[in-house]
């Protein structure tokens, strides 16, 4: 083991010591890349140093979250598994008289904008409590805000068009702020919070988890207790989606879900499981 990788586990376990934020089970290659880049854009020597910096200053540990956390999305990523959300999971949300969602690992909100608009134009927000998690403060704000830079706009709405959009785009925002303000029926309608898969339990009994590009980051033992969480959140039959690259299979829930939509990592949860 080289003398760099010894000191990114020291690091994490610093981390998590200090702060409760637990790395140590997330893939070591991703973080090792995220660490190092985190060192030279934050003009330090060695990881030690690194270490040393974050450990005695709060504000130098928030800096090093925005790494360790990818803060990346936008809105509609990835459109048709938002329009298999449609054809093959809004019916049969429609048959719940209230609703809870959880979009698990928001970073800076685009997800649960797109879930928000999507519920809305299914006739669904106003019986559904949204659930917003993630473990970057700075993120969870940013998304409260509810604000996107203009010149992302367009991207977005080739997505929502994609994903089966009833209307159009720019009638949920208004631009504001140097960016685009998203409307607030959209933005009161979603409960954004702090919560880590690698630490923290089930906050919620609900009919659909939506976490999508964050298992990629993880281990297998914490790809499973995420899935843990899930699927003990999940009603009985209720429906997870995933990343583009993330799968169940060769997870140890695998026999838990049975695929909707496979291309589109869609599943629902067994009803014996």
């Known amino acids: 083991m080289s003398v760099a990788d010894i000191e990114i586990r020291l690091l994490v376990q610093a981390v998590y010591l200090r702060y409760g934020h637990d790395f140590r089970d997330y893939a070591f290659a991703s973080l090792r890349r ?19 910096k974050v450990l005695h200053d709060p504000d130098e540990f928030a800096r090093l979250l925005q790494y360790l956390t990818v803060p990346v999305s936008e809105m509609f990523r990835d459109p048709a598994y938002f329009l298999a959300l449609r054809r093959q999971v809004v019916p049969v949300l429609r048959t719940y008289p209230s609703l809870k969602i959880w979009v698990a690992g928001c970073s800076t909100g685009e997800e649960p904008y797109s879930m928000a608009i999507l519920l809305l134009e299914e006739g669904l927000l106003e019986r559904t409590i949204l659930y917003a998690t993630d473990i970057n403060h700075a993120s969870l704000e940013k998304a409260r805000q509810g604000i996107f830079a203009l010149d992302h706009m367009q991207s977005f709405t080739r997505n929502y068009q994609r994903a089966g959009g009833l209307k159009s785009f720019s009638d949920y925002y208004t631009a504001a702020y140097g960016g685009a303000l998203f409307d607030r029926k959209l933005r009161d309608s979603i409960t954004f919070a702090d919560h880590s898969l690698a630490t923290d339990a089930v906050f919620a009994e609900t009919q659909l ?15 499973d207790r995420a899935l843990g969480l899930f699927h003990e959140s999940l009603t009985r039959r209720g429906f997870l989606g995933l990343g583009s690259k993330e799968t169940l299979d060769f997870s140890a829930y695998a026999d838990r879900f049975e695929p909707v939509s496979r291309p589109d990592r869609l599943y629902r949860k067994r009803g014996d499981a």
């Open 34 to 52: 995220r660490v190092l880049q985190a060192q030279q854009r934050m003009g330090l020597g060695s990881i030690s140093a690194l270490q040393e």
């Open 209 to 223: 988890v939506s976490c999508r590009n964050v298992l990629i980051y993880f281990n297998r033992g914490l790809q």
